[in-house]
Each structure stands twice: as C-alpha cells, then as structure tokens.
C-alpha cells in the first residue's frame, strides 16, 4: 500500500479520512472497523445504525470450490466490495484500514470499486482507524443534511 494509491484515489473523487504519516502501533482493521460499527448501533441505533452494512468478501475458497464461487458472484459477490455500506440516500462507501495504513494492504479489486462507487454519485471514502471512520460518517451526514 503506498500514498500514491490515496493520491489516485483522492484524484478520482473518494475521500480518505485519517493521517497519511501516521506510522503508529495500532490495532488490526477488524478492530477498526467493529468499533466504527458499534459506535455507529449505539449512537443510532433506529438510524444509519440500523442500516450499516458488511458484506463478507474476504477470504480464499480452496479445493474444488469453483462451483461455490460461481454461485457466490451469481447472487451478488463483488470483488473489492468496501467494508461498510450504509444506504441511505446518497450511499456511505467505506473501505476501512489500519491507522497505520502501511500495515494493511489492498485486496483486488478495492480501488476499482471505491472509484466507481465515487462515479456513481456515493460518498466513497477511505478511512484510516476508528477516529478517521467517525470523521467520514460524520462529513457525510452533514452532506446529506445539505
């Protein structure tokens, strides 16, 4: 993962959220992003934080499993799927990464998405760690608020 890949990203109309020098020890992106998450249920909790959404994307399929993946990507499995959707008016797109973005990495196809989510008009973004995710849903509620 490099800063180039956020300046591209930036450049392509999705936002990134946090600090680009931060080189702090941090916790892992699940942490991140399950704090952003309960942060979100509790504040509001008949709200965005009943609608906030993870779709599991991740992970390998081993042995003999082309059939599964086949029928996955039929039903909607879309390859670098952000970490979390919130759909509510304009969209919150959101693919979550270490506050120390040079201990995480881009799963394939996440750029792509991020980009296209930002082309067809959602509020696409990068967040950084827990405070950067906060900040992002923060922006975004004031947009739609506008």
Not at 6 to 29: K, T
Not at 87 to 111: H, L
Request: one cysteine or more; charged letters at 25%.
């Amino acid at each position: 993962m490099k800063r180039k890949d956020f300046e591209m990203l930036e450049a392509n109309g999705v936002r990134v959220f946090g600090d680009l020098d931060s080189r702090a020890n941090c916790p892992s992106e699940a942490i991140e992003q399950a704090s952003l998450v309960n942060w979100l249920r509790r504040e509001y909790p008949s709200g965005i934080g009943a609608l906030v959404v993870h779709i599991e994307n991740e992970g390998k399929l081993s042995g003999g499993q082309f059939h599964q993946m086949r029928k996955r990507r039929a039903m909607g499995m879309t390859k670098g799927a952000a970490d979390i959707i919130i759909p509510a008016g304009v969209s919150f797109v959101c693919e979550m990464k270490r506050t120390n973005y040079t201990k995480s990495k881009w799963q394939d196809g996440q750029i792509e998405y991020l980009i296209n989510a930002a082309a067809a008009g959602s509020f696409a973004c990068v967040a950084l760690g827990f405070s950067a995710g906060k900040e992002a849903i923060l922006q975004w509620q004031k947009k739609r608020e506008s």
